[in-house]
């Protein structure tokens, strides 16, 4: 069966490219005009992660997963027997298959290696003193925990869905996802493979949209600096510190001017093929946080026409 070797990058709709690319600047990520769209990419990554192109409304523009290089051939015969159409590519973001799923998202499958993370030589995790497991010595780690935050990569998104069990199935049958865990009425997580718990999901809600983008970054360091610089520049709103439940990351999220969330996350769980799925009921979204706010799971993109 085919499936997609991870998520590269989403697209946003939103009314100002310059605030958006402020935003996301301000949040420690690279931005450049390409044509009438706005790139974001890590620091030091080659690789597109979030494409924003101006319109009156914000809202998910599409979501862009890796396929194995010289595959999109195969790709567009198994989707064509699925009776999926394909569509022409948009023009602020040409090349690979564009179709739209069962709620009208749009897809892009592109045949892009996934860029390997840039080398942040030794981090926190690797040199941390705990117990008698003492690995730094004669060092003071507060004089690099200072450094500014910098994500080393997209690690994953939840978007809204009107019927979270037919997401999972599309996504399943279309891209070769598979689940890693599910919340009975609640949020379905999905991998690519061998890696992060999850790189793809689905919140409950009436209508499609963005929920959040999680960007990883090496330590709890990178993300208390990270909420702590986004504040001062008045972006106030958020939750965390925590560590989550499903996937385990320690997390903090911040509110986008609107409405969505994106997230600074570490920590993750790593799974393989043997990892088996489960059916989770009432399990709480984090084992330690403060209180969610209570607009955390609400989706404030305009409903489609």
Same mark, same amino acid.
């Given at each position: 069966m085919l ?5 590269? $990058?989403?697209?946003?709709q ?6 958006g690319?402020? =935003?996301?600047?301000?949040f420690? /990520?690279?931005t450049?005009?390409?044509?009438n769209?706005?790139?974001?990419r %890590?620091?030091g ?5 979030t494409v924003l192109? #101006?319109g009156p409304?914000?809202r998910?523009h599409h979501?862009?997963f890796a396929?194995?290089t010289d595959?999109?051939? #195969?790709?567009?015969r198994h989707?064509?027997?699925?009776d ?5 590519p948009p ?11 069962h709620?009208?998202? /749009?897809?892009?499958?592109?045949d892009?290696?996934i860029?390997?993370?840039?080398d942040?030589?030794?981090t926190?995790?690797q040199?941390s003193?705990v117990?008698?497991?003492v690995?730094? !010595?004669?060092q003071a780690?507060?004089?690099t925990?200072?450094e500014?935050?910098r994500?080393?990569? /997209?690690? $994953?998104?939840? !978007? =809204?869905? &009107?019927d979270v069990?037919?997401? #999972?199935?599309f996504y ?6 598979r ?9 379905? =997580?999905?991998?690519?493979?061998p ?11 009436e $209508?499609?949209?963005?929920?959040h983008s999680s960007?990883?970054?090496s330590?709890?360091?990178q993300i ?6 986004m504040?001062?520049v008045?972006?106030?709103k958020?939750?965390g510190?925590?560590?989550? &439940?499903?996937?385990s990351n320690? =997390?903090?999220?911040? @509110?986008?001017?609107w409405g969505?969330?994106i997230e600074?996350s570490?920590?993750?769980? %790593?799974i &393989?093929?043997n990892?088996q799925?489960?059916d989770?009921?009432?399990?709480p979204?984090? !084992?330690w946080?403060p209180e969610?706010p209570?607009?955390?799971? &609400?989706? @404030? #993109?305009?409903?489609p026409?």
């Amino acid at each position: 069966m085919l499936r997609v070797k991870g998520l590269l $990058h989403y697209g946003l709709q939103v009314p100002s490219l310059d605030r958006g690319a402020d =935003f996301y600047s301000a949040f420690g /990520l690279e931005t450049a005009e390409r044509g009438n769209a706005v790139v974001i990419r %890590c620091d030091g990554r080659e690789q597109d992660q979030t494409v924003l192109t #101006e319109g009156p409304v914000k809202r998910l523009h599409h979501v862009a997963f890796a396929v194995d290089t010289d595959s999109l051939p #195969e790709w567009q015969r198994h989707l064509e027997g699925l009776d999926m159409k394909l569509l022409d590519p948009p023009a602020d973001v040409p090349g690979g298959l564009w179709f739209r799923d069962h709620e009208g998202n /749009l897809v892009n499958l592109r045949d892009e290696g996934i860029a390997p993370w840039r080398d942040f030589g030794t981090t926190d995790a690797q040199d941390s003193n705990v117990g008698d497991r003492v690995r730094r !010595i004669d060092q003071a780690r507060w004089l690099t925990a200072t450094e500014k935050t910098r994500p080393q990569r /997209l690690g $994953h998104m939840l !978007i =809204f869905s &009107t019927d979270v069990s037919a997401s #999972e199935a599309f996504y399943t049958r279309t891209l070769g996802l598979r689940l890693s865990d599910r919340i009975v009425g609640g949020p379905v =997580f999905m991998n690519s493979g061998p890696g992060d718990h999850h790189v793809f999901g689905f919140v409950p809600a009436e $209508h499609p949209g963005l929920h959040h983008s999680s960007w990883m970054v090496s330590d709890i360091d990178q993300i208390a600096r990270g909420a702590q610089d986004m504040a001062s520049v008045g972006y106030t709103k958020g939750w965390g510190l925590g560590r989550h &439940t499903l996937g385990s990351n320690l =997390f903090h999220y911040i @509110q986008d001017p609107w409405g969505s969330w994106i997230e600074y996350s570490s920590d993750m769980d %790593c799974i &393989t093929e043997n990892w088996q799925p489960n059916d989770w009921a009432d399990l709480p979204a984090a !084992i330690w946080s403060p209180e969610a706010p209570a607009d955390f799971i &609400t989706n @404030q #993109e305009e409903k489609p026409a």
